[in-house]
């Protein structure tokens, strides 16, 4: 079945130090989701990507999507502490109703 | 607050109870999910709702029942579960149909303990 992989699993930086957390799928993607979880919360959306070898920004956060639709980063720029939590992936492919999450990555940063 | 409301948010339960999981949205969205987070595990869809009918049921066993009496409200029915059912189950909603390329907003969670 399709699965979605993420890495690294897990990454701890320091403070100002920049993290990028990389999601690939076994099948082409119609596009894909980002979510953040903070520890003890719920997943949060952050960004759709659709189009292929999309770029969005958001302040120090930068996402991509690959140009076959089989990847995506995201990126983010000297972390702060309010960057801790795990990020998702979750992609979807065309004429299905669900989405398929990514394994995860969880960033701690040291102050 | 997320809009999501999930109840309760903390069940213990031994494997011969009945008991069931609510989720209410108040954001208007016609899609309704069930997800189970465990750990080390990535988020495995089970439900999904589209406009109250059930669209897809991702090969979740016969004893988690789920029920989508209207838009805005979604159960699930817990009925003789084992210990690998022991999870955070998440509730989501999103506007359009589901899979519909819109934002999931997720409740808080039911943490789920079977003894």
């Known amino acids: 079945g399709q699965q979605v992989m993420q890495i690294p699993q897990y990454q701890h930086v320091q403070e100002g130090e920049d993290f990028t957390t990389y999601c690939n799928s076994s099948?082409?993607?119609?596009?894909i989701q980002w979510y953040k979880q903070r520890p003890g919360g719920h997943p949060v959306f952050l960004i759709q990507l659709v189009k292929s070898g999309e770029v969005k920004k958001q302040k120090r956060l930068t996402f991509q999507f690959g140009e076959a639709k089989k990847n995506s980063s995201l990126h983010i720029t000297a972390t702060q502490t309010t960057d801790v939590g795990t990020y998702f992936c979750a992609g979807t492919t065309s004429g299905t109703y669900k989405y398929i999450f990514g394994t995860g990555t969880r960033l701690k940063v040291l102050a | 607050e997320t809009g999501v409301t999930q109840t309760p948010r903390h069940l213990v339960m031994g494997m011969t109870n009945k008991k069931s999981l609510k989720c209410e949205q108040h954001l208007g969205h016609n899609a309704m999910y069930w997800y189970k987070q465990s750990a080390k595990k990535p988020l495995e869809l089970m439900f999904v709702y589209s406009l109250e009918e059930r669209v897809e049921n991702n090969s979740v066993p016969s004893r988690f029942s789920p029920e989508c009496p209207n838009s805005s409200h979604l159960f699930l029915h817990l009925h003789t579960l084992q210990p690998e059912d022991s999870a955070l189950y998440l509730c989501a909603s999103s506007q359009g149909m589901a899979g519909g390329w819109q934002p999931q907003h997720f409740g808080d969670g039911t943490r789920l303990s079977i003894l």
């Open positions: 099948t082409t993607l119609s596009n």
